[in-house]
């Protein structure tokens, strides 16, 4: 082979006979392959030239028409597929080549920007409301439209052509850009599951002077409304649990300094939806610890990796939030990894906090497929926490999913036996929501409910690092379990009472001292606010229409003890490793404020309430709207150095267009 490579070579330049004419045949060749070499040359150095041009860093900030800051804005390099999102303060960094010349700006409902890549390395973008009318299209994700057919009807996609009223068919099936890649749109239909909530109505208080209730420390309600509200959609009524909107934001109670894990503040004013009654904001503040004096952790991952979590505000999302929890743990920490899809398997053993490269691989490598066995899922990652179990510590599991369990134990009924049992071990449980369209929001709130733990729902990195950074301790780290509330009212101040919220938390009077009935737990540094609408003694406005009572004829004759008492709160709680309750008991007299002078607490959470009561389509809502909750929200958004506050304030504004008011 090597012969004949030599002699074609030794033909090319005519040196096998050497003539006259082969001479000048070599001569021409030689110029040929010298040409040839020299080109080549200069395009080998240019590709290494290339490869070897530094990089740019271009950092900046997306705002919107307001000079709001935009939370999750894509910023993608034109022409490519790398991008990454603006975070909390709706700042940005993305490392370019030095041939990039754009840099594309997209965000849910604003008008996509390109701008260009100057001299300078910091570019700053402003985004407009889109021209898009919102009853023609619904967005269902970063840059992702769709034909909207109804409310809570199905979204569907031909796999060839998708259709916009009013717009040339598209070529191609719809992208979507987010997580530094391109994803095509997929078939949505809406099988989301809520509970039925029957809104609570008004109590006489001569035949029911005692409100019992457990407290609600679950937060996803605020955020998955907030999601409906952001693709431009009114939510579901039973998707609006006015107290876990209320709960979502903390308000400036004292801190404890007694015995007790936590403190009750009250406060008495006028009610803004109806000015002849009154409203009662009753606070509970729970006792903050300093992160280094948290007790260590005994953690189980606990992730779905079926199917129904491949899109990418589900797994991805998911993979995203972990690693910010990660980063939070300390070497006396523990983590271990438990999957499901079809069956359930352990992808790591229980590994060190100081290890986050190894805990963080294990993330990285999980990718969705397959059914969801998510009741072997949770005995498996039950089984796994108790190997690990850490005597005075910390031991919980943290599950992830939408909520489509569709193999083995995957009624509510059969997910609570199982976790009643478990529970019993001494391991809380913590439940996160992803994703949108087959979302089981009635299923993970039972999980949550009856394992001892929190409920919130994941709708984007901020919420993430809210549940897993901000409120690391409230989320993880419980400092009083089975709380339990009892008001008794008295008759000679207050003629009824209607609790706003908490409906699906109610427990009979009896409940109260029975250590045996579960009551919702409190994590560190928490906050609890409930509120009651009053209509005072004496008022001829009459809610309750009771027969007179046979046997009992003389209660109405009652007479109360301490008249100038409004009321007496009981509350009745248990240590997180404890099996018998210690009770609390105040009595209040409750001086009525004029509702400017109430603190901004009352004023917030207040404008909150009402907020949902809009959204639900409330029978109490007498008078008030949109504009009315903005005014309060405003003015009671105080100090709000997260800015949590303000973004509630922006949400109910943008929501103003399309949610009907009485």
Not at 141 to 167: A, L, P, Q, W
Not at 189 to 197: D, Q, S, W
Not at 453 to 458: C, D, K, L, P, V
Not at 645 to 658: D, Q
């Amino acid at each position: 082979m090597r012969k004949q490579i030599v002699i074609f070579f030794m033909e090319f330049y005519g040196l096998l006979h050497p003539t006259d004419e082969n001479n000048k045949l070599f001569k021409s060749n030689f110029k040929i392959m010298k040409t040839i070499t020299s080109f080549i040359t200069v395009i080998i150095l240019s590709i290494v030239l290339m490869a070897a041009a530094p990089s740019r860093v271009i950092t900046g900030k997306v705002i919107d028409d307001s000079g709001y800051a935009l939370i999750g804005a894509s910023v993608l390099v034109k022409g490519t597929t790398q991008g990454t999102v603006t975070d909390v303060n709706g700042e940005y960094s993305i490392s370019v080549d030095q041939k990039a010349k754009t840099l594309i700006f997209s965000f849910i409902g604003m008008e996509t920007k390109e701008m260009r890549i100057g001299s300078s390395n910091i570019l700053n973008a402003q985004l407009f409301p889109g021209k898009m009318e919102l009853d023609e299209v619904v967005v269902t994700g970063y840059g992702r439209v769709s034909m909207k057919e109804s409310v809570t009807g199905s979204i569907s996609r031909d796999k060839r052509r998708t259709h916009i009223r009013g717009t040339k068919a598209m070529s191609q099936s719809p992208m979507y850009f987010t997580g530094g890649a391109y994803y095509e749109q997929q078939t949505i239909h809406n099988t989301e599951g809520y509970a039925t909530i029957h809104e609570n109505g008004f109590k006489d208080v001569k035949h029911n002077p005692l409100s019992t209730f457990s407290i609600d420390v679950d937060k996803a309600s605020y955020a998955n409304v907030r999601r409906f509200i952001n693709m431009g959609q009114k939510p579901p009524v039973d998707a609006v649990r006015i107290e876990e909107m209320v709960n979502y934001f903390t308000y400036d109670y004292p801190q404890p300094d007694g015995d007790h894990p936590f403190t009750v503040s009250h406060e008495l004013s006028t009610c803004p939806w109806n000015t002849s009654h009154q409203l009662l904001l009753i606070g509970l503040q729970g006792k903050e610890i300093d992160k280094e004096n948290l007790p260590p952790s005994n953690l189980v991952f606990l992730l779905d990796v079926s199917g129904s979590m491949s899109n990418h505000n589900k797994l991805p999302l998911l993979k995203s939030a972990f690693r910010l929890l990660v980063k939070e743990l300390r070497p006396e920490d523990r983590v271990a990894i438990v999957v499901y899809a079809g069956a359930a398997g352990v992808v790591l053993e229980s590994t060190s906090g100081s290890e986050k490269d190894k805990i963080l691989q294990s993330l990285d490598k999980l990718s969705a497929g397959g059914s969801t066995a998510g009741g072997a899922g949770l005995k498996l990652a039950y089984k796994i926490a108790q190997k690990n179990f850490i005597e005075e510590g910390n031991n919980r599991i943290i599950l992830a999913t939408d909520g489509d369990f569709n193999v083995g134990a995957s009624s509510d009924a059969a997910m609570e036996r199982m976790i009643e049992v478990e529970r019993e071990k001494g391991v809380f449980m913590t439940v996160l929501g992803f994703g949108m369209g087959n979302y089981k929001d009635s299923k993970m709130e039972t999980i949550a409910d009856k394992g001892n733990g929190n409920y919130a729902y994941i709708d984007n990195i901020q919420e993430a690092n809210k549940v897993f950074v901000s409120e690391f301790g409230g989320t993880l780290f419980t400092i009083a379990k089975d709380v339990k509330f009892q008001i008794e009212f008295n008759p000679e101040r207050v003629k009824s009472y209607r609790l706003v919220g908490y409906e699906n938390r109610l427990l009979n009077d009896e409940d109260f001292n029975d250590d045996k009935k579960d009551a919702g737990e409190m994590g560190a540094g928490h906050t609890v606010t409930a509120l009651y609408e009053i209509v005072p003694a004496g008022s001829d406005q009459s809610y309750v229409d009771i027969d007179p009572l046979k046997y009992q004829s003389n209660r109405d004759n009652m007479k109360s003890r301490g008249s100038e008492e409004l009321m007496t709160i009981k509350l009745r709680y248990k240590k997180p490793d404890g099996n018998k309750s210690t009770l609390y008991e105040i009595a209040v007299n409750g001086k009525v404020k004029k509702f400017d002078r109430t603190s901004d607490n009352f004023r917030f959470a207040t404008a909150v309430a009402q907020y949902g009561m809009i959204l639900r389509g409330s029978d109490y809502l007498k008078q008030g709207s949109i504009s009315d909750v903005l005014t309060q929200a405003r003015g009671a958004k105080g100090e709000d150095s997260e800015g949590y506050r303000g973004e509630f304030i922006k949400l109910v504004n943008s929501s103003s267009g399309f949610v009907a008011e009485r």
